[in-house]
């Protein structure tokens, strides 16, 4: 089969990254007899750069033509001390989650055995632990009306809006996978407080009557920020709305210690925007250290979305043997470290 | 001298924990030669029980005309499964800290080094952290109008709001925290999405250079829920708005693995309020096994707020002693676990 696959490297290592990605996908087109047409794009501060645009409209036109985006990384430093300025990476970002309806980030937290070590966690707190985290990613106070600043400057706000369309899509979604998992699903939200909250359990609530085969379970975001450390194993699935998505999937991303290898979908509308969950970590910028492994399973990811179960399968049993060999970056193994073009080569190979 | 307590042991198990507090508090005021004067309040779900009202008026005229307020916990799962219902104990905390006026929420977060290995993380992690969270917390999405539902039910919303003087009134306080400890400041926001956070950074840009001494470092959120996992040990003190907040607090506490030794302290213009973080913990209620010890160190932050610093010094010395000892309840000692009226006596005669 062809499909079209828009490739966005970005800032930072994610030129490095997505290239091995590429060659991956490439191993699994040769094995598996599909072709895979990738397209090149800007994005990011790069972007910004070039055009004077983090999300050119170049970019989203072959964003919208693709069967799937691979997406690297975004983010300068030159653009960290500023947070109001007028054209910043970030705003690509949230430009191209609302342009292509990005509408739920799906991260999955897996434990690699050999790496438990590298957790901050207690090895028996962390081992084993799976689940996966569903952030609703194009509502709420991210891109909510009205929000800035009155007249003379000296009040601030924001508006946190949901739809019930809007929860009632994200919460399908992460019944689909409850579905395929364990069948226990946790819905974060902090509904003696707030009015969108009351909005998300009371879809929820009718929704779980007609989904009986899943736990489901209520949990307010500062008691699920808790137990994400202590009980990790727990968790199945999880999904909260937008904020409180950004905080509890970066802090569940820590707790198995190899952000490194972590991949995610942010599922649209239009189109699925695959990536590493880690950033642009300019300090590594070209000098072939970076681990490719997160955004290679991001690779895997991408092809499940398009029904190639066994290709993506092909990809994690690569990367599984390169982890068990620990044919690694320097980040996993700092004695014999190998680089990122040997890691990926290697995957490539053994696809 | 003469003090006038407002004591509000609430629901649960408060009751249990805060006679242990005011055991210890009247140690120190024989030792010390000072007359607290405890006058017990009703609050929360016990509250509503006795007069339809989780924060009645009576309560409130008390805690208005005492030096400080001793709290102890409120929520009843009686009321977990309607985050809806119309009268919640939680109505009444919040109604409490508006209306006293209670804007900075203070909880040092430390280890015990003989605790450690209570820690779901490795003990080189947690060892000694040593920071305090200051959270905002009478504004934001807590408080901001309008919050509510569309006429048809479909949308809800809340608002998140600060003014500007809120915001310096919260970065004043953190900075004089600072100054008094390791003379870092943990400015956490999310100022590359929200507007309300950008007011935040403006502000804490302004007063940063007046307080050259401190090193003020900024943060997002995000970052904020990872960094505390991975390097508790370099935070001082962290200071951020109520929502990120009340995740970011508890977060902190479940990391040195001892919650039940967690004080806190809400400043507020008119009194002050001074509670453990853990909650009633319902299960627990009646059968004296409870620890007492974040009570009656919360005593001890109210001994500070009221310059009796030798006091507070008694009150901490005797609590360092038992835990030495492991003269400790259930939870921290289980092989020879003592009751909640033992450690609180124990307390008391230390003093
Ligand atoms: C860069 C920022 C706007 C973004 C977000 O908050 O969504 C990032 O933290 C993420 O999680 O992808
Ligand atoms: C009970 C709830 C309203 C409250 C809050 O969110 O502030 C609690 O979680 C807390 O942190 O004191």
Redesign the pocket.
Known sequence: MQFKIATLPGDGIGPEIVEQAVKAMKSVGEVFNHEFDFQYAEVGASAIDKVGEPYPEATHNLCMESDAVLFGAIGDPKYDNDPSAKVRPEQGLLKMRKLLGLYANIRPVVTFPSLNYKSPLKEEIVEGSDFVVIRELTGGIYFGEPRGRSEDGNTAFDTCVYKREEVERILELAYEYAAKRRKHLTVVD?A??LGTSRLWREVAQKMEKEHADIQTEYM?V?NAAMQLIQWPKKFDVMVTENMFGDILSDEASVITGSMGLLPSASVGVHTSVFEPIHGSYPQATGKNIANPIATILSAAMLLESLDLMKEAEAIRNAVNQVIEESYLTEDLNSDNAKSTTEVGDKIAELI
Do not use: L
């Open positions: 902090k003696n407080v307010f500062d």
